[in-house]
């Protein structure tokens, strides 16, 4: 075979497709902005354990992780609670973010695949619209398959020629900021909860959750716009008046980051291109986890391109790939993007409706990387419906948002329903301007 293959970015995705390409006799390169010690973030990170055996990666030895445990989500007013219940079997794991990679990577090394650190990509190397390499600085470095894995501000996707039809703008209300860091504790107070999750929280568009260990409370803020120390500071002050164990010293993490949430990627591949994970959108809009969707979508490209026997890799042979990933994850990430997009507009006395009346239980609130579509989420008899249906029905504003909400959803989901199954560039052309059309209109 002996095809070169480049990867950009040591994602999570990146790392695992890398791995795969490798172990099947590819010629594999990955290029890495960071030291290798210096990878990810001081913390820990929640996972579906399943997605590392779908992408062909070992699990990682037992003392290296833990169980999630069941989130606690209040509405904003306080005045009720809702706890998850996860079935056993699809308890998701927690694992410290370095060791994830240090897994990763001990994994592509045993693989085959060749490793430059400290080697920031710059810009996509064209030949025409197609991509044969990356700019590395000065540097060209020629391949016959690029793989797109830097992330959502990546320099490859956001530098391709229009004509590939690849977007580049992420989109208004489609980025999660966060603030996380881990407050050593103070005090002995204990909280009736481990995992407490704040939701419009203070009446803003802010989601705050504060998740208790034995030696540390892991404080995360989420905002729709950036947000500096001084509202961090705020945001705690609120969070000591129900959790005074919170202390004032960072012990770990206590970091800025930004997140996805959004529909995925309309056009996933060009010629000699193929983006994954947060270059391409891949989170779970509703709650921004993308390490599984990733590893998932590994497994699809690279039987993609083990697939391509002529070795092509034209926007055309690796089609499959976005027909795959669309089928097994992707149209349900962009139904559920809908949801997001509709909560974004919630009032905070409607949220508290919701969770006041009953209308939102803890069914609907047991979201895990797992949920990889909102009729898992839903899980409705008929009369547990026409009983919800009855409580909305007495406030007319809501009943008429999340009829329209509905609507939304179904229109979305016929739209995925007709991604082109063959490639045609004509008809993908179209799909693409359709997806693209309909959702900066929901963004209004
Ligand atoms: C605070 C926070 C908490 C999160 N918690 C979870 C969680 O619990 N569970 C979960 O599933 N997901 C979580 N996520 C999301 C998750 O981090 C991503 O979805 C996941 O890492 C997949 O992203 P990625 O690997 O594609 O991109 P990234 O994680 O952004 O990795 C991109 C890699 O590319 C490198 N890179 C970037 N630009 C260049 C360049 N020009 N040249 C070379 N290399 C480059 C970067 O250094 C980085 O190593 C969280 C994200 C944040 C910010």
């Known amino acids: 075979m002996g095809k070169t293959i480049l990867v950009a970015g040591a994602g999570h995705g990146g790392l695992a497709a890398a791995a795969d390409l490798a172990r099947k006799g590819f ?45 606690t989500f209040f509405p904003p007013a306080q005045s009720v609670m809702l706890t998850q219940r996860v079935p056993q079997d699809e308890l998701e794991i927690k694992m410290e973010r370095r060791d994830i990679y240090a897994h990763l990577i001990a994994h592509a090394k045993r693989c085959g695949v060749k490793f ?47 004509v590939c039809g690849v977007e580049k703008e992420i989109g208004e209300n489609n980025v999660a900021y966060v603030y996380r860091a881990f407050y050593a504790r103070t005090g002995d107070f204990e909280p009736a909860h481990n995992y407490e999750v704040y939701i419009l929280h203070q009446g803003r568009k802010e989601v705050a959750w504060v998740a208790t260990e034995p030696d540390y409370a892991d404080v995360l803020i989420v905002r729709f716009e950036p947000f500096g120390a001084d509202e961090v500071a705020a945001v705690l002050d609120d969070l000591r008046k129900t959790n005074p ?89 962009a139904a559920m993007a809908c949801l997001k997009n509709a909560c ?29 579509n909102l009729q898992s989420m839903l899980k409705l008899s008929v009369k547990e419906f026409v009983e ?12 008429t948002k999340i009829l329209r909400i ?30 693209n059309a309909f959702f900066s209109r929901k963004q209004k």
Not at 277 to 304: R, W, Y
Not at 388 to 399: E, G, H, M, N, Y
């Open 27 to 71: 010629d594999v390169t990955l290029l890495e902005q960071k030291a290798e010690d210096a990878l990810g973030y001081d913390w820990t990170d929640i996972f579906a354990p399943g997605a590392l055996i779908a992408a062909g990666v070992p699990y990682p030895s037992k003392s290296l992780y833990t169980y999630k445990e069941n989130m």
């Open 116 to 162: 430059r650190f400290e080697t920031a990509v710059t810009a996509p190397l064209l030949l025409g619209s197609r991509v044969c390499g990356v700019y590395a600085g000065e540097e060209k470095i020629y391949a016959d398959l690029v793989i797109d894995a830097c992330g959502m501000d990546s320099p490859l996707r956001t530098a391709l020629p229009d």
């Open 245 to 333: 164990h919170i202390g004032t010293t960072v012990a770990r993490g206590g970091q800025f980051a930004k997140i996805p949430v959004r529909q995925p990627l309309s056009m996933l591949v060009a010629d000699g291109y193929a983006a994954i994970g947060d270059s391409a959108f891949m989170t779970v809009p509703l709650i921004g986890s993308g390490i599984a969707n990733a590893l998932k979508a590994s497994h699809i490209l690279s039987e993609t391109v083990v697939a391509d026997k002529d070795c092509a890799f034209t926007a055309e042979s690796l089609w499959k790939y976005q027909t795959g990933y669309y089928k097994l994850l992707g149209a349900g990430y």
């Open 344 to 372: 974004l507009t919630m009032e905070p006395a409607e949220v508290d409706f919701l969770f006041e009346r009953g209308i939102l239980t803890e069914k609907e609130i047991t979201i895990t990387a797992n949920t990889t």
């Open 388 to 399: 919800r249906a009855k409580k909305v029905c007495t406030d007319k504003i809501l009943l």
């Open 406 to 435: 509905a609507s939304q959803i179904a229109s979305a989901t016929a739209l995925c329903a007709m991604l082109p199954k063959a490639w045609s560039p004509q008809n993908v052309r179209k799909w693409v301007a359709s997806y």
